[in-house]
DNA sequence: CGAATCGTTGAATGGATTCAAAATTTGTGG
DNA sequence: CCACAAATTTTGAATCCATTCAACGATTCG
């Protein structure tokens, strides 16, 4: 066993892909657009769902200014959403996991105005919002579901507002490593164990740090004692200590030792 | 003429208040709910706004954690909407003005998760969020404006993250600044003069800056001729430059003359 | 293997903050 | 209307956190 490896892999996500076609048979029901519908319901919102798509790691499942006609749920892999700003940098507003849904940003508007990129090997079910719109009139229950997923949409967006807005660099990574373990933990897999989808550049992006700060700072946790940090795969070894930087009630050490 | 009133008041948004008194007749039905609406639908709109409520300056209109019922849109006056961060400390998210709606966060949940409060005397319409559910399955053009104004705060928000994670914080200021001067603009009022109606606190808080750092920047934007500004009262002087700034294509001398 | 990409670490720099104090504006009661 | 207190804003100097610049490992992939 080589010594490097010092973290044993998670098990992966991918291999649900072959299993469910269909949302009643679909693992992610629960998260996803169909949660709370009758049997009957979830087949007419199966009917609209045109296609099962799949997207390469590091391809486009839409652009900024792309025509916006569908929106989509995550089946397999990993997202991350971002817009460009007036200097034409890239700016990541988020990272998807299955069961969640993109394209959202766009309801209303007939463009995106950000774009969705897979950080791995990934399918999306797409949901045509014209014929989506039309069921909600139809569906009470589907309608007062997908006000709450665009419910925890916004929420999510205030929340990364205040991370940025009023958070030290430490916090930042504290409340998004614990973040991301809660996810994990909503879908099954371990909250203190997991891998991360995307790079340090892009963690740092997504955070307002530079690739520089996040690695020092993923160093200090660990230094720390409350992470083990091998390349991808994080595990927290000292969640409820994480959860306080997260909380901003401590503070990390500067220096090493 | 007292010499220290630089700049002329604008015109006060508030002499509104007494003339429209349902959505029939009221000034910002292109920005607000009925939008796009046929006369009779409007009316079944207004139909369902149980009451028009006047919240007094710095009172809440409501607070994090009240239980979500209704939806608010503004009809005079301005808001700022917040959330208390782990230690307790509020974090402006935004600031309203009329014909924006309040409380759409706490859509498809059953509380508010942030709060909000009048920064002057203002005056709202309260729609029972129930029943606009069941209007959104009756008048599709109703449910498609609708989700057009939860894409705009969407889009609102991806823009602060934007603002926070990798502006500098002159560029945050002459984004803030030209944002406020093109809302009003919106609304019929002069795009390079109107009113700051928060304190200098609140703005830093929003842009994630200190108190002492917007009031720095202020100067600065004066001493290079972009901006006047007295107390509450601001007048662009030269708004393609503070546009230049917003963009990042321009940086502010950082010493005085 | 070798090249390219990705990640880590160190030292110097700089932008925004913190601490401190003064100036201005706002609010209140006589 | 003025005086006075409280709140808000401005300005200066010192400090600190994160960045920038630079160099060096590590990993991945053809």
Redesign the pocket.
């Known amino acids: 066993m080589p010594a ?1 490896i010092a973290i044993p892999p998670v098990r992966d996500s991918a291999c649900q892909a072959a299993e469910a076609v269909n949302c009643a048979r679909c693992a992610l029901q629960k998260l996803c657009l169909p949660t709370g519908l009758q049997a009957a319901e979830v087949q007419r919102l199966d009917g609209i769902i045109a296609h099962r798509r799949k997207v390469p790691r590091g391809a486009s499942l839409y652009r900024m200014n792309d025509a916006f006609s569908r929106i989509y749920a995550i089946r397999v892999g990993h997202f991350k959403t971002y817009q460009l700003n007036p200097r034409g940098e890239q700016q990541i507003s988020g990272f998807q996991m299955p069961g969640e849904l993109l394209g959202l940003d766009a309801i209303g508007a007939d463009q995106h105005h950000c774009g969705a990129t897979a950080l791995e090997d990934s399918e999306v079910c797409e949901v045509p919002f014209a014929q989506l719109e039309l069921l909600l009139g139809e569906i009470p229950q589907l309608l007062r579901h997908f006000h709450r997923l665009i419910g925890q949409e916004l929420t999510r967006e205030q929340n990364a507002m205040l991370l940025l807005a009023t ?6 990574m504290a409340v998004f490593l614990t973040g991301l373990g809660a996810r994990h933990a909503a879908r099954g897999y371990a909250e203190h164990r997991f891998q ?1 989808r995307m ?3 892009e963690m ?1 992006n997504y955070l ?9 700072l ?2 200090r946790f ?1 230094r720390s004692g409350l992470l083990r ?4 795969d994080v595990e927290i070894l000292d969640l409820a200590g994480l959860r306080a930087v997260a909380a901003g009630q401590q503070s990390l050490p ?1 220096s ?1 030792t």
Chains 1, 2 share one sequence.
């Open positions: 490097t958070m030290r660099a430490d916090q930042r991360l790079l340090r550049e740092g307002g740090l530079t690739i520089e700060s996040v690695s020092r993923l160093s660990r940090v091998h390349n991808r500067r090493a």
